[in-house]
């Protein structure tokens, strides 16, 4: 069965700087894509940014962007300039079905 | 857009009552899920539909029914309500298993 870690229950960085959250994940399967949501307050999920697993080239999205090895199952986001409107939970869910437990992401302005 | 929009926002059900969660969406997606989030937890499937009249088991099936009559509608069906099913379920679609899944507000249950 497929399993996703997050092992940080909690991150906090200053405004402006950079952070990266983490996420391991174990499947068998060699074709699969993963995902980085991002849950604020409002509860809403909301997508930050997906990874096809055959793809080398990592995916970016504006400030965000990922560190995908695909060897050592390791899926990490990567946040630059960090801004107060990115204080949220980011949860890493391996295709749509399974989630990890969640990193915490709190701004220090 | 309404996207995917779920029905009601909140609830409180007593231990053994039944109830269903109505969700429905109007971006033609093949693949609808419900999910389950506790406190200070990631999401959890529930049930999940490939299409109408497919519907699959997750990974904490137990205590819920689902039905996909339609593209659009994805109902959860809880039956005998127990404490235990006291969380904030989740409605989602996706065009498919890889793209982007849309996910509804959400809805606070409690069992009391």
């Known amino acids: 069965a497929q399993t996703v870690t997050q092992s940080q229950p909690e991150m906090s960085v200053q405004e402006a700087e950079t952070v990266t959250l983490s996420c391991t994940y174990d499947?068998?399967?060699?074709?699969?894509?993963l995902f980085w949501y991002k849950q604020p307050p409002s509860r809403q999920m909301i997508l930050v940014i997906r990874?096809?697993?055959?793809k080398q080239q990592n995916a970016t999205e504006n400030r965000f962007s990922v560190n995908f090895q695909k060897a050592a199952k390791s899926f990490s986001l990567k946040i630059s300039d960090s801004q107060l409107g990115d204080a949220a939970m980011y949860f890493c869910?391996?295709?749509?079905?399974?989630w990890g437990a969640g990193t915490k992401l709190i701004i220090k302005p | 857009n309404a996207g995917v929009t779920q029905t009601p926002k909140f609830r409180i059900l007593k231990i053994g009552q039944s109830m269903t969660l109505q969700c429905t969406q109007d971006m033609n997606h093949n693949y609808m899920y419900w999910y389950r989030q506790d406190p200070g937890m990631g999401l959890k499937l529930i049930y999940y539909s490939v299409g109408a009249g497919i519907t699959d088991k997750g990974e904490v099936p137990n205590g819920y029914n689902v039905s996909r009559s339609t593209t659009e509608d994805f109902p959860l069906r809880l039956e005998l309500a127990a404490p235990s099913q006291t969380s904030v379920y989740f409605c989602?679609?996706?065009?498919?298993?890889?793209?982007?899944?849309?996910f509804g507000q959400g809805t606070r249950l409690t069992v009391v």
């Open positions: 869910a391996y295709k749509g079905s399974v």
């Open positions: 989602a679609s996706s065009y498919s298993g890889h793209t982007e899944a849309f």
């Open positions: 990874q096809e697993a055959y």
């Open positions: 499947t068998s399967e060699s074709d699969y894509y």
